[in-house]
């Protein structure tokens, strides 16, 4: 199955000719909560004959984001095609973020974004919101005869409400593998390997250093076990994010993975590096000998784990 990607811009009107159901949202890590949208609105598509789909957002340009340094992501677009693709989605609507977008009146995105596109049904979560200042909410939408809305529970694990926000609190407070739970998929990043301080090599940890490709939330730091995808295959490996304090302390953060059993030249190259377990903070070492020593302890740990689990 080919997965079309719809580009939706609010000054221009599709010729489109079949009608589709539409899972709407930002969809920010394609969470347990969000799978239950999408699987609703794949489960109509079939009953009702109509193509499956899913209508979130572009990334947003951080010109238009009010802190941007707070302004992190889940997943890649990229990402979300392939998991989208994996829940039977087979159109993506991609409404691109802009100031008009911004300051669009509840009325208007209905009209241009949902009647326009011959959405027929409309698929959303509980607190699904809308429009300039987000004043569209699901008493709006149910006012529309020409599409029918389908409002989901809120959907909860172990008592907490599964949302996006939650998984951003749990990656910057290490919990990794609760994150990992309400993912589904493990938390993973995507980025090109560039040159970093090479101080890794000679004690006998060779890292590939990992240029994320969008602004990812970064897990906080320190050491993880990690698994590592390069050129379609599979490794093990221990990623350290930090900040370098045991040489010279660097303000950037830096995303630094030793790669089992492998030995090749993969500067320039993208791969993708996902965080399974989380076994450490960062710290000083007094000396490169302390530091190798709990490298040593860290990889076997790690290598462990893998075994047993």
Excluded: W
Aim: with cysteine.
């Amino acid at each position: 199955m080919v997965m079309e990607v719809i580009d939706l811009c609010h000054d221009e009107v599709l010729s489109l000719n079949q009608e589709y159901v539409a899972a709407i949202g930002n969809f920010d890590g394609i969470h347990q909560g969000h799978r239950e949208v999408i699987r609703k609105a794949v489960k109509i598509a079939k009953e009702m004959n109509l193509k499956p789909s899913v209508m979130c957002f572009d990334i947003v340009p951080k010109q238009l984001i009010n802190n941007i340094d707070n302004y992190y992501v889940l997943k890649s677009f990229e990402q979300k095609c392939q998991i989208l693709k994996s829940l039977g989605v087979e159109v993506i609507f991609l409404i691109k973020f802009d100031d008009k977008l911004k300051n669009m009146s509840p009325d208007e995105f209905v009209k241009k974004m949902i009647i326009e596109n011959n959405i027929s049904y409309l698929v959303c979560g509980f607190d699904f919101s809308f429009g300039k200042n987000k004043e569209g909410n699901l008493n709006f939408l149910q006012k529309f005869n020409e599409f029918k809305t389908i409002i989901l529970p809120r959907f909860d694990m172990n008592n907490d409400k599964v949302s996006s926000t939650l998984i951003h609190e749990l990656l910057s407070y290490g919990d990794i593998e609760r994150a990992n739970a309400l993912l589904v998929r493990p938390y993973s990043i995507i980025g090109e390997v560039v040159k970093g301080n090479q101080k890794g090599k000679p004690m006998g940890f060779p890292t590939a250093n990992t240029l994320p490709s969008v602004n990812y939330r970064i897990p906080q730091s320190g050491v993880y076990a990690t698994k590592v995808i390069v050129d379609g295959k599979e490794y093990q490996g221990m990623t350290n994010i930090g900040h370098n304090p045991t040489f010279n302390f660097s303000s950037n953060t830096s995303i630094e993975t030793n790669i089992f059993d492998f030995d090749e030249d993969i500067y320039g190259k993208t791969i993708e590096v996902i965080f399974i377990k989380y076994l450490r903070r960062e710290r000083i070492f007094e000396s490169v000998t302390d530091l190798v020593q709990q490298l040593n302890e860290d990889k076997q740990c790690i290598i462990k784990y893998f075994k047993n689990n």
